[in-house]
């Protein structure tokens, strides 16, 4: 069975940093596509960004230039480091992974179960 577990949520100040993690299991992570949602108190949940299997990015505008998606493919790991954190990042974060091509243009077929990101100002 598929398994995500995400850590290294937190509170930071605006304008710090966070380095989110996503651990996989169950799976052959080597060829899935790893990536990150996010929701915030009463918004729909968003794309933040995706890193495919053999390693190109894609992320959505609002994250551009500050958030970069990594994946460690010994480890079943994927990272989302976050620079330049701003308020209205403030939001849960979830790992999602899918093996299929275009599969994080739908819905993921696996998720994790979500970690806090809250940033101060």
């Known amino acids: 069975q598929v398994q995500l577990v995400e850590s290294g949520g937190g509170t930071v100040q605006v304008g710090g940093s966070l380095r989110l993690s996503c651990a996989a299991s169950?799976?052959?992570?080597?060829?899935?596509?790893m990536g990150w949602f996010r929701q915030a108190p009463g918004k729909e949940r968003e794309f933040v960004g995706v890193i495919s299997w053999s390693g190109s990015t894609n992320y959505a505008e609002s994250v551009k230039g500050r958030f970069t998606i990594s994946r460690e493919y010994a480890k079943n790991t994927a990272y989302l480091q976050m620079n330049s954190l701003k308020p209205e990042d403030t939001a849960v974060y979830y790992c999602a992974a899918d093996p299929r091509i275009g599969g994080f243009n739908g819905v993921p077929d696996y998720w994790g179960q979500g970690t806090q990101v809250t940033v101060s100002s």
């Open positions: 169950g799976g052959t992570f080597s060829i899935y596509a």
